[in-house]
């Protein structure tokens, strides 16, 4: 398991948009106090990091958009933190990650998911949660979630999975990426993952209701079974420049995508309620 060798230092890509950096800086503010609470709790948490089978303490891990650390914190319950790396696009995310007194000894390393500054077959763990939703490509990011395991080593991805109610689904569609639960498998056996799992995850209190999609609503996990790079073939990654917006179209992206995250907020707190209200033992 031993063998560490430190990743480069590594800035954000001249192709990161300002726009996104700008958008992580704003949730860097409200992730750790309003977001998680309602989509992300520590027993959620500790549940979909299971399957990663953390079962030494000297195993590399890589945790990719890890931003504040709150998956983090989960993983060096595990593992001792001078094994794991946090990377993240935003020094804003990671900066509040720095300040973790348990994370204090975890390398942090500015990055891309999708280009990461690992070598190949360098790690024993990949884990990444909560961060998917916003890769531009994340059949990318899964090849190369596979390029930077050792053989035999596993990756753990937690996102968001897509609603069936109508309006959830509008405002999903309007926010961000809510794959399916057959895109994850897909993605992950198109890298060339083997033994392919997807654990189901949700709060406590939606007792399983899956019908208003979650943000964080499940853990697939997959083995690499050959060491060496994917044997998928990508073409080169599209340049990520920021091109003249239309001020009505941002305007109207703007109003679509603050009213998707009202609605996101809300939900957790109308199941809550709902979960309060009906007998146990009955369907909410
Ligand atoms: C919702 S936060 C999740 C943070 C953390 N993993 C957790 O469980 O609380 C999503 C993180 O993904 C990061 N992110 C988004 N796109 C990224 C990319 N392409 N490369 C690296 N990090 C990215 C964001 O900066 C943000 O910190």
């Known amino acids: 398991m031993n063998g560490k060798t ?7 890509s001249s192709g990161t948009s300002n726009t996104r950096l700008y958008v992580s800086m704003f949730l860097s503010i409200v992730y750790d106090h ?22 030494d303490r000297n195993m590399l891990v890589v945790d990719v958009g890890g931003g504040t650390g709150f998956t983090t914190l989960g993983i060096v319950k595990h593992v001792d933190a001078n094994n794991v790396t946090i990377l993240d696009q935003s020094p804003h995310q990671l900066a509040k990650a720095k300040q973790k007194e348990p994370l204090k000894d975890c390398e942090i390393v500015e990055g891309d998911a999708e280009n990461l500054p690992f070598r190949t077959d360098y790690a024993d763990r990949y884990v990444s949660a909560g961060s998917i939703e916003y890769w531009p ?3 990318r990011g899964i090849k190369e979630a596979y390029r930077v395991l050792k053989l035999g080593g596993k990756a753990c991805l937690i996102g968001p999975v897509h609603p069936t109610f109508w309006l959830s689904r509008f405002f999903a569609d309007v926010w961000m990426l809510f794959p399916k639960e057959e895109e994850y498998i897909e993605w992950f056996e198109k890298a060339g993952f083997k033994d ?9 209190w939606y007792r399983g209701v899956r019908r208003h999609g979650l943000i964080m609503g499940c853990s697939v996990t997959g083995i690499k079974p050959a ?54 033992g009955q369907p909410i």
């Open 6 to 12: 430190k990743p480069p230092n590594y800035t954000v």
């Open 34 to 55: 309003l977001i998680n609470p309602g989509h992300w709790t520590e027993d959620m948490r500790d549940h979909a990091l299971q399957p990663a089978d953390l079962d």
């Open 137 to 139: 490509d994340p059949q």
């Open 196 to 204: 392919v799992q997807l654990k189901r995850i949700g709060p406590k």
């Open 227 to 280: 060491s060496g790079d994917s044997p998928l073939e990508l073409g080169p990654k599209e340049e990520d420049v920021e091109k003249p917006v239309n001020p009505f179209v941002f305007l109207l992206r703007f109003a679509l995508g603050a009213s998707a995250a009202t609605w996101f907020v809300l939900v957790p707190i109308y199941m809550w309620l709902k979960d309060q209200v009906v007998p146990k």
